[in-house]
C-alpha cells in the first residue's frame, strides 16, 4: 500500500483544494484522519507517529479501487500540512480514471440493468472462471463479489485489456451482497473452490443464511452450484441444502467444467475428486417488501453521540464503535463494525455540524446492516 514517511508533520487545516482533490475534514492529535474526495469518490488517509516523524497511510476499508488518487492524496496532504517528504514507497504517479466495471455494491444494485440475467460468482479468486463466463455468455451480466482486493482489481485490469464489458466486480463479502440483492433477480450462483476452513466450519460461505439468501435471489428454476475439492465440505453442503424443501439437488462427482479455474487445475494435477453440488431453486420468489432506507433524519439536531464500545448485539446483528477521531472543525468521526456477526462490515460515521452521515458511502443495504442503522438512529436522536 503506498505510504509517506514525513518529518514536521501538523495536520493541514480543511476544508481545502489541491491537485484536483478535496480534503474534507481532518482530525486533531498526532495520531488521526483525513477525509479526501478524488472523482467524486471519498476515502480516508490514517496518520500516525512513527519514531520522530509521521507516517501517512491510506485507510484499508475505504480506499479506492486504484490507487494513483490516493498517492496523489498523500503527497498534496503532507505538503498542506507544511511537512517534508522523507521517505515514499512509490514513484511517479500516473493520471487515473477509475473503472466503470467497478462498482460500490450499493451502486452497482441501484443501477444494474434488469433486462440482462445475472450470474453470481462468489469468491471469484484469479478470476478465469467469471471471465470465461462472461465471454461465452455474453448476454448475461457477470457479477464478481471478492473479499481480496488484488484479485478484483486483476479482474478488472484482465476485463478492459480483453474488452469485455459484461463483468462487474465488486469488493465485498458475497453474503452480504446476496443479502442485499433484490429477489429474484439471478439465473445463477456460484460458489466455487470456497475455502474449506476444516478448523472452523463457522466462516464457511456455503452455510444456511448463504444458501437462503442464494435461494432467494434466484429465480424460478436458478441454480446454485458449489464445486469443491473437499469431500468434508461437500458432506455438510448436502446436509444444508436437504434443509432447503423449495430446492431440487443434484450431485455429481469430477464433472468436467466448462471453464476450470486455477484451483481446478491444481487438483485435477494432483488426481483429486471434484465434487458438484447443484440446487435448484422451485419456488416463485415473491419480491422482499422493505426497501432499506439508511439516511439520517438530519432535519432533527442529534441529541446524543456515537461513543466508542458496543451499541447492540443481538443475534440478528452487531454493532460497535471501535474506534473515534475528534475533527479539527468541530464535530467526529467513528469507525464502526456493523451487520451480520458472520460477515461484519466496517463503515464510518461522520458528524460535523449537527448533521450525520456515513462516509464514505452507505453500508450495503442488508437487513442485518438496516437494523444497526436503526439502533445508531436510536443512539443519536432516540
Ligand atoms: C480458494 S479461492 C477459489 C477462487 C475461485 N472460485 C476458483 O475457483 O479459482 C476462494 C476465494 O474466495 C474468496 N472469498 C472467501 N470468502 C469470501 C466471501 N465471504 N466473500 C467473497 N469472497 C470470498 C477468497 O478471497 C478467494 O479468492
Excluded at 146 to 161: F, G, T, Y
Excluded at 239 to 250: D, G, S
Aim: glycine content about 4%; some cysteine.
Amino acid at each position: 500500500m503506498p505510504h509517506i514517511l514525513a518529518a514536521n508533520f501538523a495536520a493541514a487545516q480543511t476544508p481545502f483544494e489541491s491537485a484536483g482533490l478535496k480534503f474534507l475534514f481532518a482530525s486533531i492529535g498526532k495520531e488521526g484522519v483525513a477525509g479526501v474526495q478524488a472523482q467524486n469518490r471519498n476515502f480516508l488517509l490514517h496518520f500516525s507517529p512513527r519514531n520522530d516523524a509521521t507516517i501517512l497511510k491510506v485507510d484499508k476499508a475505504t480506499r479506492p479501487p486504484f490507487l494513483e488518487s490516493v498517492k496523489l492524496a498523500l503527497v498534496e496532504f503532507a505538503n498542506a500540512s507544511g511537512a517534508t517528504i522523507i521517505r515514499k514507497n512509490f514513484g511517479e504517479i500516473k493520471s487515473v480514471v477509475f473503472s466503470d466495471l467497478f462498482y460500490e455494491p450499493n451502486e452497482f444494485i441501484a443501477k444494474f440493468d434488469r433486462g440482462k440475467k445475472l450470474w453470481i460468482e462468489a469468491g471469484f479468486g484469479s478470476g478465469r472462471h467469471i471471465l470465461q463466463n462472461a465471454k461465452r455468455f455474453s448476454d448475461k451480466l457477470h457479477l464478481g463479489a471478492e473479499i481480496h482486493r488484488p484479485s478484483a482489481m486483476r479482474l478488472l485490469r484482465r476485463a478492459e485489456e480483453q474488452g469485455v464489458g459484461n463483468v462487474a466486480a465488486l469488493l465485498c463479502d458475497a453474503k452480504t451482497l446476496l443479502a442485499a440483492l433484490p429477489s429474484a433477480c439471478a439465473e445463477r450462483v456460484f460458489a466455487h473452490f470456497p475455502i474449506p476452513w476444516d478448523k472452523s466450519p463457522d466462516r464457511r460461505i456455503f452455510s444456511e443464511p448463504f444458501v437462503k439468501e442464494a435461494l432467494r435471489v434466484l429465480e424460478k428454476n436458478g441454480v446454485l452450484h458449489l464445486r469443491t475439492d473437499s469431500q468434508s465440505y461437500f458432506n455438510r453442503a448436502l446436509e444444508i441444502a436437504k434443509k432447503f424443501e423449495n430446492a431440487a439437488i443434484e450431485t455429481k462427482t469430477n464433472e468436467e467444467a466448462i471453464t476450470r479455474s486455477k484451483y481446478e487445475d491444481r487438483w485435477r494435477r494432483l488426481n483429486k475428486t471434484i465434487f458438484d453440488l447443484f440446487l435448484t431453486n422451485l419456488r416463485d420468489q415473491t419480491q422482499r417488501s422493505i426497501s432499506y432506507n439508511f439516511d439520517f433524519p438530519n432535519a432533527i439536531k442529534p441529541k446524543g453521540e456515537i461513543a466508542r464500545g458496543l451499541i447492540a448485539n443481538s443475534e440478528k446483528f452487531l454493532l460497535k464503535a471501535d474506534r473515534r477521531w475528534q475533527l479539527a472543525n468541530e464535530g467526529y468521526l467513528v469507525r464502526l463494525i456493523m451487520g451480520d456477526r458472520l460477515a461484519l462490515q466496517t463503515a464510518y460515521l461522520l458528524a460535523q455540524n449537527d448533521r450525520v452521515a456515513y462516509f464514505p458511502s452507505e453500508p450495503i443495504h442488508s437487513p442485518s446492516n438496516f437494523l444497526a442503522h436503526n439502533a445508531l438512529i436510536e443512539t443519536l436522536y432516540g
